[in-house]
Nanobody, 115 residues
Framework: QVQLVESGGGAVQAGDSLRLSCAAS??????LGWFRQAPGKEREFLAR????????YYTDSVKGRFAISRDNAKNTVYLQMNSLKPEDTAVYYC??????????WGQGTQVTVSS
């Protein structure tokens, strides 16, 4: 099992920035990633980072605005979100992939962006 605890969500204005954190514990994993789910929409992949190589991967919709990083010493992954838009409003989830699939999920943290 991998336990994931997100933090850092909140209510901000359009154009603001937020940094989400996700602390991981438990079994080993290869990658940590971030997803989000807006009301009435399917869960959307945002970014992932390989825990060993630090290689990041982003979905096109957030490239250039969001940045994923990790602190191995703290077993924590971050999602820096800049130039936030109202359409970024969603519950943001951290997920862990022990192998190739994301199998473990955090409880989510709400991000609300007002115009």
């Amino acid at each position: 099992q991998v336990q994931l605890v997100e933090s850092g969500g909140g209510a901000v204005q359009a154009g603001d920035s937020l940094r989400l954190s996700c602390a991981a514990s438990g079994r080993a994993f290869i990658s940590l990633g971030w997803f989000r789910q807006a009301p009435g929409k399917e869960r959307e992949f945002l970014a992932r980072i390989n825990w060993i190589t630090r290689s990041p991967y982003y979905t096109d919709s957030v490239k250039g605005r969001f940045a994923i990083s990790r602190d191995n010493a703290k077993n924590t992954v971050y999602l820096q979100m800049n130039s936030l838009k109202p359409e970024d409003t969603a519950v943001y989830y951290c997920a862990a992939a022990p192998n190739t699939r994301f199998e473990y999920w955090g409880q989510g943290t709400q991000v609300t962006v007002s115009s």
